[in-house]
């Protein structure tokens, strides 16, 4: 996207890239659907970022949701929201939204080194001087569009941020996010692949109430699924030195306790000789069921013998499930890195750096981060557009 955005503006691009082809992470993006965006306005999209919102907030107004879709229709990636808010192409191909774009540098004449990591950039006087292997070139102007950390077979090994440190940036710790979590309960693994479409996951920390709502899966170490990856962007922040960190899930989040309890009731009374296992079935999965009951005590009880007390602990069992979170999944398996290059370093109107003038950055090598839905693409083609644009100028 600043490949693109510098050419459109008349300078001469060249793009070096460690890989074979560009893009080798966007392939993956959306389980190969890529989901591109988020539909929604520049302020929804501040707020969903929270940290990082205001931040972002200029170059989201520079190029926006909205400009995105308007930008890929015109290079023929025609785009379609589905029922959250996820906007897709409408092929469904990520592989085509990669192609898209490097044929839009093609007609642009960006030139593109592959094979070539960058090493080394050190400005003297108003150039650059950048080395890539054997090969040694000089700029006026440079964008670091490395990305994070994470999946690194992809290509993004952290490079970036020894780049940016050694012209004199700081990098904010980078940590996994998006990613599975870790718990102490080992149970986790007897409900490996069991799955629940909506939850809502909550914590306390520090006096602050962090809470999720989607779907969750039970892993062979945990849980995953896109309401945990949520989370585990909000907990990076706090791993390692607070853990384990207590959460409470609530499976059944569509109805309150006092909805509940009279479904329950209702439940009971109708299935009296069932065990109560058996009988939470209707409501949730049966080794989900099994596990509250054994939490509370129940696995042999029959509907009709289950005492009051009881029948509130599957209640607050079923309402909040405690969990302990040991850590994050490593980062080679996150979605994102959270942390990278200081904003605070960076001009957020320009993308230009505040210490190293004429150089500028783009996408997720910069510490700013958004949840789940499109929102990290969109991190990436806004600032990555801005960047190119006022490098240009
Ligand atoms: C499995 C997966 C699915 C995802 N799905 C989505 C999704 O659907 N929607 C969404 O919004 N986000 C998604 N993301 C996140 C999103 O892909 C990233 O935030 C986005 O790709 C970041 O773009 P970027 O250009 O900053 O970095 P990258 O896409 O990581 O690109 C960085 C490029 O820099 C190259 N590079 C690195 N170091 C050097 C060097 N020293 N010299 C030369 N080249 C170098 C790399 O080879 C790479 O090609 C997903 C991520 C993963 C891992």
Not at 210 to 234: E, H, N
Not at 241 to 255: H, N, S
Not at 345 to 351: C, L
């Amino acid at each position: 996207m600043s490949a693109i955005f510098a050419a459109q503006a008349g300078t001469q691009v060249v793009v070096i890239e460690k890989n074979a082809t560009a893009g080798q992470k966007l392939v993956l993006t959306g389980g190969g659907r890529c989901n591109i965006t988020h539909a929604g306005t520049v302020d929804d999209f501040v707020r969903v970022y929270g940290k990082s919102g205001r931040f972002l907030r200029h170059c989201l107004h520079e190029f926006s949701p909205d400009a995105t879709r308007d930008f890929f229709g015109r290079i023929r990636i025609a785009t379609k929201v589905n029922e959250n808010g996820c906007v897709f192409p409408v092929s469904e191909s990520a592989g085509n939204v990669q192609y898209a774009l490097l044929d839009q540098c093609k007609k642009l004449g960006v030139q593109f080194v592959f094979g070539r990591g960058v090493e080394g950039i050190k400005k003297h006087g108003a150039e650059f001087i950048i080395s890539a292997g054997k090969e040694v070139l000089t700029a006026h102007k440079v964008i670091i569009a490395t990305g994070g950390a994470s999946y690194p077979d992809t290509g993004s090994t952290g490079d970036g941020y020894k780049l940016a440190k050694s012209l004199g940036h700081t990098i904010i710790e980078p940590k996994p996010a998006l990613v599975p979590l870790i718990t102490s309960e080992k149970w986790c693994a007897e409900l490996s692949g069991i799955s629940r479409d909506n939850v809502t996951i909550s914590t306390m920390i520090d006096k602050k109430r962090i809470s999720v709502s989607g779907a969750m899966i039970f892993t062979y170490d945990g849980i995953s699924g896109p309401a945990v990856l949520d989370l585990s962007r909000l907990l990076a922040d706090y791993f390692p030195a607070q853990k384990p960190i207590g959460i409470f899930i609530d499976v059944v989040p569509a109805m309150n306790e006092a909805k509940l309890e009279e479904y329950l009731m209702g439940q009971l009374s109708q299935y009296s000789k069932k065990i109560i296992a058996n009988v939470l079935f209707e409501l949730v999965p049966k080794k989900l069921g099994g596990l509250i009951c054994s939490q509370a005590g129940i696995t042999e009880t029959n509907a009709s013998q289950l005492k009051k007390e009881q029948r509130r602990k599957v209640i607050q069992l079923l309402k909040k499930l405690p969990l302990s979170i040991e850590a994050t999944a490593p980062i080679e398996d996150a979605t994102i890195t959270r942390g990278g290059v200081s904003t605070a370093e960076i001009d957020p109107t320009t993308m230009q750096s505040k210490i190293c003038p004429g150089l500028f950055f783009a996408g997720e090598v910069i510490d700013a981060d958004g949840p789940c839905g499109g929102y990290n693409l969109q991190i990436a083609w806004s600032t990555g557009a801005l960047a190119g644009k006022l490098a240009v100028k």
